[in-house]
């Protein structure tokens, strides 16, 4: 049962009214009703009330209409009187008299004009008639040798004839006077009621004007004066409670639900307006607020000619912390990486996440020292490490830097060049890099890449450089690492870094990889056939090792080429098994059953876990060149390597140390006990012809003093 609501005073209030509105009116016509039915009444009862005339006249008409049938008798019985022709005229008038008098006696309501036409009408025709009957008569007497036959009846005819006319005259002559009579007084009558329906029209008139009058006054007092009032106060945003206008107490009722009212929806409206600009997990503003405050941020910066800068943050490995531990702790990582980025700004500054992990910052009135500062504050908040659901782990970003005027002339180029300032810094791994003109260029020219890298794919038009690894006792080379190149016809070479991204992004690097296990691998057939006995490694991704049938594929190539399985080495980076362990570890434990050797790469800057370092079937671990390139300046990195060093040959795996560029980082290598180190030192990426070349010119006891002279001549 649907629950009644109160009775507002206000409805009460204007039901009252309103009713009393609807009596008067109500009242009012039937007042007026009553008067126009009593004139009306009285202009049918004058018409209606001569019955003593109406009487007389009737009277009359019979004692005439009598009259006429005693001739028509006559005429019927004395054919023989006259000839056809007088007959038959005689016999006329009396059907038109006869016709006439119908007329007057049903007619009888007829008065003026047209009631005295109709008498003139019938006095003509019993003239006619009369005419006739005298005719007659002087007929009869004039008439001689048997011109009338029977005289006897001419004479009879004659003697009964002329009383009937005589009282016909005399009955015409009444009958005008009192029609005449009638005529007078009905005439009068109608004047009489013709007056009083002018007055009773006028009466109803008057007093309908009355009524709309007062009823306007009604409603002008008590709708549209408190109605007038009420609006001026909403207007003015006053409390009637405290004005000094008298206004009715539903009006002030009215006027405290409205505002009532209003300070709901304004605060709904705030709360709509609050999620709509900001994220709902950090609670930061979201891509539409930061877009608000960089184009009021330009308004302000055209006005004053100051310089603010934008900076993109986007984080690193939080896809595979998300993946891995769940949604839930990815949301509480982006919360703590919020708190601790908003701890190392100021509270002018504005920071907004625009999804994903990627977050933004606007400095005002900052140039690019002041942003190199912020950025340098904010990749602080990465060294200390997470600990969430039970796990330890450490999270990294990297930071794009734009700056109005200065990379910019509007919001949107202003987002799109802080985001590749931040790619860059990326795949440079700098922590943070300002936007530089020329690697937009190279960005943009990315978008035109995809059907041209398909074709190289297709068309076979990629091609691979090899590096050689050397060991460190023996100064032997052992083997070479396959690297991608594209020669682009009009952009020249394209990095290796930069293909691989664009194939992870254009969904080619299945193919892409195909391509380099079966190029590299029938390269290593050929060398076999020339008696050169060196191993390739062969870097897959993370999308090689959640593919099922990528096992089969390198199976199928094996043997294919004829080529020992120990000959090959697949190289994959920590992060590349951490964002599917289960999937990745499937595929490893595959290619390491087949009998190929498994690296993995870069490590130290990966998700690392000591677990999974244990339980993966690899064969040797591939310092990254960030810690060995510097080693001679930082001791810290020292530090590091001898720590990975040491580790790894206490579980039983093969050190490599790539980076090495310099004769000093290769003497620390050998007395830290590195097994195998690959670097410009030794030799820059060269293609297959040329690494067989320097294998061709190499010595043992001078292989590190030549190597040198000749990667050079091959670039």
């Not at 002030?252 to 609050?274: D, G, M, P, Q, T």
């Amino acid at each position: 049962m649907r629950n009644k609501h109160p009775t507002s005073p206000i409805f009460e209030s204007l039901k009252s009214r309103y009713v009393a509105g609807a009596m008067v009116l109500l009242v009012s016509c039937v007042i007026f009703s009553w008067i126009a039915y009593a004139n009306v009444s009285g202009m049918l009862g004058s018409v209606t009330s001569n019955s003593k005339y109406k009487l007389q006249l009737s009277s009359d008409l019979s004692e005439f209409t009598e009259s006429f049938y005693n001739i028509e008798k006559l005429l019927k019985f004395s054919p023989r009187i006259s000839g056809d022709i007088i007959h038959k005229q005689l016999q006329e008038n009396l059907s038109k008299a006869e016709a006439a008098l119908k007329k007057i006696e049903y007619g009888h309501w007829l008065v003026g004009q047209k009631q005295q036409k109709t008498i003139i009408e019938l006095r003509s025709y019993v003239s006619t008639y009369r005419l006739h009957v005298n005719w007659l008569i002087e007929s009869s007497n004039d008439a001689k040798d048997g011109t009338v036959q029977n005289k006897s009846d001419i004479d009879e005819f004659v003697i009964n004839l002329r009383p009937i006319t005589g009282h016909i005259w005399s009955s015409i002559k009444k009958l005008e006077d009192e029609l005449q009579t009638l005529s007078v007084i009905e005439v009068s009558r109608i004047d009489n009621v013709r007056d009083s329906f002018v007055l009773a029209l006028l009466t109803g008139l008057v007093l309908a004007v009355c009524f709309l009058m007062v009823n306007f006054m009604a409603i002008n007092k008590w709708v549209l004066n408190p109605l007038l009032s009420l609006s001026k106060d909403i207007e003015d945003k006053s409390d009637l409670k405290d004005s000094s206008r008298s206004a009715p107490l539903e009006m002030k009722a009215l006027v405290e639900a409205i505002e009532s009212r209003c300070a709901k929806n304004k605060e709904r409206e705030n709360k709509l307006e609050y999620q709509v600009l900001h994220d709902p997990l950090t609670g930061l503003p979201n891509r539409i607020k930061l877009r608000n405050e960089l184009q009021a941020a330009i308004r302000n910066a055209d006005e004053t000619g100051q310089c603010f800068t934008l900076l993109m943050i986007d984080l690193d490995r939080f896809k595979e912390i998300n993946d891995t531990l769940g949604h839930h702790v990815g949301d509480t990582v982006l919360c703590e990486i919020s708190d601790r980025f908003s701890g190392q700004l100021s509270a002018e500054d504005v920071i907004a996440r625009l999804g994903g992990d990627e977050f933004a910052v606007l400095l005002y009135d900052a140039d690019i020292e002041k942003a190199r500062g912020t950025a340098r504050n904010l990749l602080k908040c990465f060294k200390e490490d997470l600990f969430l659901g039970g796990h330890r782990f450490n999270i990294g970003g990297s930071i794009g830097m734009a700056v109005y005027p200065w990379h910019a002339k509007n919001d949107q180029e202003l987002l799109q060049r802080a985001d590749v300032a931040m790619y860059f810094a990326k795949r440079k791994n700098f922590g943070y890099a300002i936007y530089d003109k020329s690697e937009d260029k190279h960005d943009i020219r990315q978008l035109g890449f995809e059907v041209e890298l398909r074709d190289a794919i297709e068309n076979d038009e990629l091609m691979l450089y090899y590096q050689p690894k050397i060991d460190v006792k023996n100064k032997q080379v052992i083997s070479a690492e396959a690297l991608l190149r594209w020669k682009h016809a009009e952009h020249g070479f394209i990095p290796a870094e930069e293909v691989s991204l664009l194939a992870e992004k254009t969904g080619l690097i299945t193919p892409l990889s195909k391509w380099v296990v079966k190029t590299s691998l029938e390269q290593l057939s050929s060398w076999i056939k020339k008696g050169i006995q060196l191993p390739i490694s062969i870097n897959l991704s993370v999308w090689n090792l959640q593919d099922p049938s990528f096992f089969s594929y390198v199976e199928n190539v094996l043997k294919d080429t004829h080529v020992p399985s120990d000959m090959i080495t697949f190289e994959i980076t920590e992060s590349a098994v951490m964002s599917d362990p289960e999937s990745a570890l499937k595929t490893l434990q595959q290619l390491s059953n087949l009998g190929t050797n498994l690296s993995i790469d870069d490590y130290g800057t990966g998700f690392s876990s000591l677990q999974y370092l244990k339980i993966m079937p690899i064969d040797e671990i591939k310092i990254d060149k960030s810690f060995v390139t510097d080693m001679v300046n930082y001791d810290n990195d020292a530090v590091i390597v001898r720590s990975i060093i040491d580790l790894s040959h206490n579980l039983g795996l093969k050190v490599v140390a790539e980076g090495v560029e310099t004769q000093d980082v290769y003497d620390i290598l050998e007395i830290l006990r590195c097994d195998v180190i690959q670097g410009y030192h030794i030799s820059r990426p060269v293609p297959s012809d040329n690494l067989e070349h320097w294998l061709s010119l190499r010595k043992n006891d001078s292989i590190i003093s030549k190597a040198n002279n000749i990667t050079y001549l091959y670039n």
